[in-house]
Every structure is written in C-alpha cells, then in structure tokens.
C-alpha cells in the first residue's frame, strides 16, 4: 500500500524513517511506522493493524502529524531502545494520549 503525502499528493510516496511492529490485545500484529515528506519536511505517524474479532477482521490505520521534537524524540526511542515492551509502551501512550489528533486512513 501507498503511502502518500497527506498535505499534497504531488509529493509522492513517503519514506519510512522508524518502523516497530507490536502487538495489540487481542493477539494480533499493530504496525508502527514514522514516514517522512522531503518535500514538506513534515513527519506522519502512522499506525495500523487487522484485528480478527468474533465476526471477522476489522483494519484501521490512521495518522498523526507529528512536531520535529515529537518525530526525534519517537525516533531515537525506536532505535535506541533495547527493551521491545519499553518501545510498545511508549508509541501505544503516545498513541492513546494524542486521540484528538488522529486522521483516519481511508
């Protein structure tokens, strides 16, 4: 799937600068990713999943854009961080405490 800049499509495809893939609740596989435009010089955070629940499989991605501290600071977490759950925990609250911001992927 194409991820393309959100501001403006002529932008083309975001790059992936931070990738995690976690695990949500109920078992299943949640997709992290930091994307980047070089053209906006704007930072996305993405995060999307399937989850199969009792009468079959829902998929939700959204995005929130992100600050420059907020993308460094989510960046070097990803990759500084040796302990997966200290990971998880940190993009699952960023998550959860940004709801507000959220912009849900068609």
């Known amino acids: 799937m194409m991820y393309n800049c959100p501001k403006t499509a002529e932008h083309g495809e975001l790059e ?53 501290d907020e993308a460094r600071q989510m960046l070097s977490v990803m990759e500084k961080e040796e302990d997966d759950d200290q990971i998880e925990r940190y993009l699952n609250d960023f998550d959860w405490n940004n709801q507000e911001r959220w912009v849900e992927r068609p």
């Open 16 to 68: 992936v600068v931070g990738a995690f893939t976690g695990m949500h609740i109920t078992g299943d596989e949640k997709f992290y990713r930091v994307r980047y435009c070089s053209h906006c010089a704007a930072y996305y955070f993405y995060v999307s999943m399937e989850a199969t629940v009792s009468y079959g499989k829902n998929y939700f991605a959204f995005y929130i854009e992100l600050t420059e």
